[in-house]
């Protein structure tokens, strides 16, 4: 009776035991389930162990830079391929501005670049378009305050050495094309719509300028409109050419408020 008594209470601590330990665990990460985003992250695994923040893409271009002329209003767009496709040439003859993009990064890899491919490059004024490849996971889950965190070291280190700052919106995403479904899945509408009112938000606290490239692009199924993007999530030709005009009216804007 004593032995048949004593079975019984070790199996009692043993699924107590169990329920602790159930209780304590940290949450796992779910996987990402997407073989692209996977694949995407395995092809980088160089970039991720070895220069993070891709210093050497723009480290002698940076070099070559002179200091700004005497009433030069030198713009320095930062982003990820969403900048790094836009010739801004094309669609800004003649002005300092000049391309700070990368493919593929997030909000951290570019604080980790931000020294010298923003400030030690002594512009009037940053455009910061990033976000969506957080949003994606590309380097990882990402809550959306953390995002939101990066942004603000953006600006305040851009303020601090007086560089005027816009942020823009996240454009949104598309699935209206066989390519564009993983791209969408990965990035929720409602995770867009938040950091945006989030951007609009801080700006305004804040005195910086709000680029909202999300309203001029967005269709009546809140989707990027069909014919401004070929996969769904980076513009075509006709995206940037609405972009433009909305990015030099916020640089304008940026100029004419306190520094």
Known sequence: MQFRNLLKLSGILILLGAAALTQQAPPSIPPSGSPGLDEYRTSRIAIYTDDFGELKRYRDADAALTAPKAGESRVVFVGD?????????????????????????TTPQMLVRFRQDVIDLHPAVLVVLAGTNDVAGVTGHVRNEDIEANYSSMAELARLHHIHVVLASLLPVNNYTEDAKESFALRPRERILSLNAWLKNYCAKNGLVYLDYFSAMVDDKGMLKRDLSDEGLHPNAAGYKI???????AIAQAIASKP
């Open 81 to 105: 391929s969403i900048t790094d496709y836009w010739k801004l040439a094309n669609y800004f003859p003649g002005k300092p501005y000049f391309n700070r993009g990368i493919d593929g990064q």
């Open 243 to 249: 972009m433009a005009p909305l990015a030099e009216k």
